[in-house]
């Protein structure tokens, strides 16, 4: 006889079994049907033996489904076959040992009060006088049955739902709490405090902020100054401050400082060399020429020494000035 052992709709818990999640590879290995999920303990002698056995358990669609095969040896389970055939009797209940619950809202539909069942574990097959009532599901919990008449035991295997709003609250809450301790706050602070904390932040924030202008403008201050000496020592060349100001704001003052104090020797200068008659030491060539362009020195050198200067400009420009 066919029978469907459980669907995914809602029960009478309020809660329902999700199909896909029951296992039932162990219950094929004894796969017995018992009545009203009454298991014989031996302490009676009208006590109920399992009817039967259930095979060609599968899954189809939405249902779980499997053939009761009745013990034709057993006086009773044959009377409960007939009421099946007679259509007295049409329902079976499964006994389900609870793994996980769900209240994920892909796993809820309506009217659900209680958590799903994603996961669980099927036991026994009953057949059941009437089915979607108290007795239609027979569900446990690490091997221990749910009292259906218990309430408080039925909450602390399958709690009841909590609402969107209770959730959303929860969720603000721990959120607050969790800002509280930022703050250094307790959980009981007022509103007024959480403020006071929160504009106190603010200002230091702001305080912060102009410290590290001043800083910046200190250290800006003071990498021109020693760029500045180190122009008036000749140790470098004009066209070089701006490389030896980046220097400065990228890797600090201390590596500006350390780079500028191992320049010993000073720069050339070419107009110093003319001053000195020390025109022996200059090299005729573009060279010469771009550095006192630079320096601004050209005009002077032709000043003292004109005979230098179109030396010079023939080795920058391939020809000699021509005289006006």
């Known amino acids: 006889m066919k029978v469907v052992i459980s669907t995914s709709m809602v029960n009478s818990y309020g809660s329902r079994v999700l199909t896909e999640g029951i296992d039932y590879s162990q219950y094929e290995k004894n796969p017995i049907v018992l009545w009203m999920h009454s298991r014989p303990w031996g302490e009676s002698e009208d006590e109920i033996l399992p009817i039967g056995k259930m095979s060609g358990i599968k899954q189809e669609g939405d249902k779980l489904v499997g053939d009761i095969e009745f013990d034709q040896d057993d006086e009773f ?36 009060t209680r958590m799903t069942i994603s996961k669980s574990k099927l036991r026994e097959t009953s057949c059941v006088d009437i089915g979607a009532n108290d007795e239609s599901l027979c569900l446990s919990m690490s091997g221990k049955s749910i009292d259906r008449k218990d309430i408080k035991e039925i909450d602390n295997f399958l709690p009841l739902l909590t ?5 959303q609250e929860q969720l603000k ?15 009981s602070s007022s509103e007024t405090e959480v403020i006071n904390a929160i504009v106190s932040l603010q200002e230091k924030a702001c305080k912060g902020e102009e410290m590290e202008k001043i800083f910046l403008a200190d250290k800006t201050k003071r990498i021109k100054t020693l760029v500045e000496q180190a122009l008036s020592e000749k140790k470098i060349t004009p066209d070089k401050r701006e490389m030896f100001e980046k220097v400065g704001l990228t890797n600090g003052l201390e590596v500006l400082e350390a780079c500028l104090t191992g320049m010993s020797g000073k720069v050339p200068d070419v107009t110093e060399e ?50 006006k």
């Open 77 to 112: 389970a044959c009377k409960i076959e007939k009421k099946y055939a007679k259509g007295i009797l049409n329902m079976v209940s499964a006994g389900l040992d609870v793994l996980e619950l769900s209240d994920k809202p892909e796993d809820l539909l309506a009217g659900q």
């Open 173 to 187: 809450k721990m959120e607050m709490n969790e800002i509280l301790k930022k703050l250094n706050l307790k959980e």
């Open 274 to 323: 003319i001053n000195k008659g020390k025109k022996e030491n200059l090299a005729i060539d573009a060279k010469t020429w771009d550095k006192m362009d630079k320096e601004g020195s050209l005009y002077e050198l032709k000043m003292k020494d004109e005979t230098l200067f179109e030396q010079l400009f023939e080795a920058k420009f391939g020809k000699k000035k021509q005289s």
């Open 163 to 167: 609402k969107r709003e209770d959730k």
